[in-house]
């Protein structure tokens, strides 16, 4: 078992409850998707695992590597090999896609980067991706389009290889040859890793060439069933209509 949320309870800072008892267990290799109607929590749901601070605990526990990070700080639990793809990854001037993606592999390894290996695998993944190698000297995600900001997180994902990734909704916003390459670059992770992968999506083109281990349903803060591989299919075809009553 490599991530276990126990009765898990959170909220934002001014008292509003978002996820309510929520359970899940997820073991090393394992995908799993999570779906829901806007609002139910998904989004929270991963921000809460990463401890970013805007949302409190205020019951039950996470587990991660058997050790209790429900209060350890954000970047504890990416050092110990947490990963979040976000919706709307931020810019930030002043560092290089590049600069940034070693710096981290540093602070993850607690090693220097050799930079003639770290540039070649660089490069091997950007192409991986259809990613302009020019990118690796621009500074983080300024000016980058919606389809270059999401292939920038799965760069990262890739050279960075962390044990668990959650991506949020990371698909959103991109045309079908986006995802496409976005997929590829998850498949890859993968084949490279045995590590896991919560893909929080609303579409099933992300989750081409992957096998599916669980589908949860999040309905208001709580995980209302999990099924297998199917169930995300079905939902396509149904939508969420039988667990809203």
């Known amino acids: ?83 979040m793809s976000f919706q709307a990854p931020l810019e930030v001037p002043g560092i290089s896609l590049e600069t940034f993606i070693r710096s981290a592999l540093q602070q993850k390894t607690g090693e220097r980067v050799k930079l003639f290996q770290f540039q070649k695998e660089l490069q091997r993944c950007m192409e991986l991706l259809n990613m302009n190698p020019d990118y690796a000297k621009r500074d983080l995600n300024v000016g980058f389009s919606g389809g270059e900001r999401k292939k920038s997180e799965i760069l990262q994902l890739l050279m960075l290889k962390p044990d668990f990734a959650i991506l949020d909704e990371t698909d959103s916003g991109l045309d079908v040859d986006a995802v496409r390459f976005v997929a590829k670059g998850l498949e890859e992770y993968r084949r490279l890793t045995n590590g896991s992968l919560l893909i929080i999506t609303h579409t099933t083109k992300i989750l081409d060439g992957l096998n599916v281990d669980k589908t949860h349903i999040l309905v208001k803060g709580h995980i209302a069933k999990t099924g297998d591989g199917e169930l995300f299919k079905k939902i396509n075809e149904e939508g969420f209509e039988e667990f809203l009553k």
């Not at 267990?25 to 805007?54: C, F, Q, R």
């Open 1 to 83: 078992m490599l991530l276990d949320i126990q009765h898990l309870n959170a909220g934002l800072e001014d008292g509003k409850q978002i996820l309510n008892d929520l359970n899940l267990t997820i073991n090393a290799g394992e995908t799993h998707v999570l779906m829901g109607p806007n609002g139910a929590g998904k989004s929270s749901l991963g921000n809460t695992l990463l401890g970013n601070p805007v949302y409190k605990i205020t019951g039950g526990k996470i587990l991660f590597k058997d050790t209790d990070i429900t209060k350890e700080s954000t970047d504890k639990r990416a050092k110990m090999g947490m990963f």
